[in-house]
């Protein structure tokens, strides 16, 4: 795959007021993000409300979710919210959508949790319905044939068809395959996968990783929130993992080019407690 400029995003999940949120959505733009996101879990913002609040602050940044539990809506439903988003925020919506995976949270909804089969089906068709619900779409969204859509997992068949049908692929993690992996087997099988699924395309997709921590000193680093992601993993394999980058400024900005000359990844979103220390990095790489 050829190489892309790098882009960076990262994704915002705390909103105590509208005026520390813009205030938070102004700064991260003002470091050098690409692309302000919004997860998609209960008990945290609703996406879609809190991009547009973002957007009246911003002025270049992209606007995105990261990523949305297809599970939690229907295609007419979301094509409305997504059109309706990208107008008012001037066409910066990017459309970023999973399977969803939290079972407690569909329990919480009120919906069945389907198999996992069945829940990438529903990805698959909520992705073929946006398309063909976007073209006549009123009120249009400003952006056409639609806002670009992410498509972010980690197992075989989401990433086999995102690399197919999105314009964006997104890595979600890379867990180690056996006990002398430090995760980047893994990854490299995911981004070969990921290779060949889209070798027919005429315009090969974005590649992005979700970096689930960002450490310059990985000795006092806490992993409280990387436990949860990647549970019975001593915290020296877990530092090693893929979605983790620990060093100088300097050295996780190599670690960075070298993904995007191994893996071809470009683009890379972090999480928002790392949106400072990651900010360093970003301008060693522009």
């Not at 407690?104 to 946006?130: I, K, N, Q, W, Y």
């Not at 005429?202 to 992005?208: A, G, K, V, Y």
Request: some cysteine.
């Amino acid at each position: 795959m050829s190489a892309r400029p790098f882009r960076f995003g990262v994704n915002m999940a705390i909103c105590e007021s509208r005026a520390k949120w813009q205030d938070k959505a102004r700064r991260a733009e003002s470091l050098g993000y690409d692309v302000i996101q919004v997860p998609d879990h209960l008990g945290l913002p609703a996406p879609f409300p809190a991009l547009a609040a973002a957007a009246e602050v911003t002025t270049t940044a992209r606007l995105g979710t990261y990523v949305l539990n297809a599970g939690f809506y229907r295609p007419a439903l979301l094509a409305r919210e997504v059109a309706t988003t990208d107008l008012l925020v001037d066409g910066r919506l990017e459309l970023g959508l999973g399977t969803g995976y939290v079972k407690e949270e569909f329990d919480a909804a009120g919906l069945p949790f389907p198999s996992a089969g069945e829940r990438v089906d529903h990805l698959t068709h909520t992705v073929s319905e946006l398309r063909r619900l976007f073209a006549d779409h009123q009120p249009p969204p400003v952006q056409q044939p639609g806002p670009p859509i992410m498509i972010a997992g980690t197992g075989p068949r989401v990433l086999r068809f995102a690399a197919e049908h999105a314009d964006i692929v997104g890595i979600a993690g890379a867990l180690p395959i056996d006990d002398n992996d430090t995760g980047h087997a893994a990854l490299a099988k995911k981004m070969d996968l990921v290779r060949a699924a889209a070798a027919s395309r005429e315009t090969e997709p974005e590649l992005n990783l979700l970096v689930q921590g960002v450490f310059t000193d990985a000795s006092t680093a806490d992993l409280t929130f990387q436990r949860q992601l990647a549970p019975g993993l001593s915290d020296e394999r877990i530092r090693k993992l893929p979605g983790i980058l620990s060093g100088s400024p300097s050295a996780i900005a190599d670690t960075v080019r070298e993904y995007r000359e191994t893996y071809g990844l470009t683009y890379f979103s972090v999480v928002e407690f790392s949106m400072d220390t990651f900010a360093e990095v970003i301008a060693l790489l522009r």
